[in-house]
């Protein structure tokens, strides 16, 4: 099925380690966004990417980086986890006519 | 966008009736708006779009309202039925800008 998938679903770390979450689409979207949901609040901007080769910061961009790895996948990587962190993580790319196709999410728990 | 702390609002609404949610946005430049809906342990889901030359759209049993005047977006739900509990999103988007701005969500609760 088209659509944008993310890995992984669930990650437990401790603080001060490192993971990368992946994501990729099959749609030939340009645009691709990375977003987190914290409990009762709507989707925070973290990082996108208008097109393959740009990144730039969205709302909080602290303690993230990202990769454009080519036109399908973006990636997001934190390099040292903090407990502020707990959070569900939502890639999604946008398409004319469609907005946001997103990623079922994953949830990362900093311990 | 403003957070509203750890508790969304909601609406309850018996099964059969209709739903209206809400939502103002805050940039005049917004010229296209959409909304999601998100089910629980779920990504968002588009719904349905609309864009600020229009005031009013249609889709299969959901249709949505836009009163540019007072900045004020809404999505109204024929015959709720249990399926359509979830947490809905407005969003809103100005041309030339990559960012979309999200708010927080109105959970909606249908009551068998």
């Known amino acids: 099925n088209a659509g944008v998938t993310q890995t992984p679903k669930f990650q437990v770390l401790k603080t001060g380690q490192s993971m990368t979450l992946q994501c990729a689409q099959d749609?030939?979207?340009?645009?691709m966004y990375w977003y987190r949901q914290d409990p009762g609040m709507g989707l925070r901007l973290i990082y996108y990417s208008a097109s393959e080769g740009t990144t730039d910061k969205g709302e909080v961009p602290n303690g993230y980086n990202v990769s454009r790895l080519n036109k399908r996948e973006f990636s997001l990587r934190l390099e040292s986890a903090a407990p502020s962190q707990t959070s569900v993580y939502f890639c999604?790319?946008?398409?004319?006519?469609?907005?946001?196709?997103f990623g079922s999410g994953t949830r990362l728990t900093v311990v | 966008g403003e957070s509203v702390g750890l508790h969304l609002p909601t609406l309850s609404v018996q099964e059969g009736d209709n739903s209206i949610i809400n939502c103002a946005y805050s940039n005049s430049a917004s010229d296209y708006f959409i909304w999601y809906k998100q089910e629980s342990g779920k990504g968002p889901q588009f719904i349905i779009d609309i864009r600020s030359n229009m005031d009013k759209r249609q889709g299969q049993r959901v249709t949505v309202l836009l009163n540019k005047t007072v900045k004020h977006l809404s999505l109204q739900i024929a015959a709720t039925q249990p399926g359509d509990s979830a947490v809905y999103f407005c969003a809103e988007k100005a041309s030339g800008y990559q960012k979309v701005t999200f708010g927080t969500g109105t959970k909606l609760q249908v009551i068998p």
């Open positions: 999604a790319s946008w398409g004319t006519g469609y907005g946001y196709t």
């Open positions: 749609m030939n979207h340009n645009s």
